[in-house]
């Protein structure tokens, strides 16, 4: 039988087990990039509590970040938790308005899209 590994999603966090021979994306976010392959044997992993899974996980993610850990450990930052979250929570807020923006554009391409169909069914009625 082939060995097993956790894999975890750099971008969402979502995390499961595999077989080591696969390259996982994520099924969760559909992340282009394949799911990193947690650097310890699985029952170790699975040993771990939620909490302990969360926190190796959390840190790996932001490895994985330089710009984000550049930031977090400026030297005044590095135990100043209260800016790190400050910090993460505006990046939550303009990701939402982002999303705000995006759904209110696909919102006003649907109904546009609709508008142009029973205009065309209008002229089609009319026209003849
Ligand atoms: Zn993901």
């Given at each position: 039988m082939r060995e097993l590994a956790a894999f975890y999603c750099p971008r969402c966090g979502y995390y499961a087990y595999y077989q080591t021979s696969r390259h996982p994306q994520c099924p969760?976010?559909?992340?282009?990039e394949t799911m990193h392959m947690v650097r310890m044997h699985y029952k170790e992993f699975m040993d771990m509590s939620c909490q302990e899974r969360d926190d190796y996980l959390g840190n790996e993610i932001l490895k994985h970040n330089p710009s984000l850990m550049e930031r977090l450990t400026e030297p005044h930052k590095k135990y100043n938790s209260r800016e790190i979250i400050a910090e993460m929570n505006m990046e939550i807020m303009r990701l939402d308005t982002e999303n705000k923006v995006l759904s209110d554009t696909i919102k006003w391409m649907h109904d546009t899209i609709w508008e142009m169909i029973r205009e065309q069914k209008k002229a089609e009625q009319t026209g003849k």
């Amino acid at each position: 039988m082939r060995e097993l590994a956790a894999f975890y999603c750099p971008r969402c966090g979502y995390y499961a087990y595999y077989q080591t021979s696969r390259h996982p994306q994520c099924p969760r976010c559909h992340s282009q990039e394949t799911m990193h392959m947690v650097r310890m044997h699985y029952k170790e992993f699975m040993d771990m509590s939620c909490q302990e899974r969360d926190d190796y996980l959390g840190n790996e993610i932001l490895k994985h970040n330089p710009s984000l850990m550049e930031r977090l450990t400026e030297p005044h930052k590095k135990y100043n938790s209260r800016e790190i979250i400050a910090e993460m929570n505006m990046e939550i807020m303009r990701l939402d308005t982002e999303n705000k923006v995006l759904s209110d554009t696909i919102k006003w391409m649907h109904d546009t899209i609709w508008e142009m169909i029973r205009e065309q069914k209008k002229a089609e009625q009319t026209g003849k």
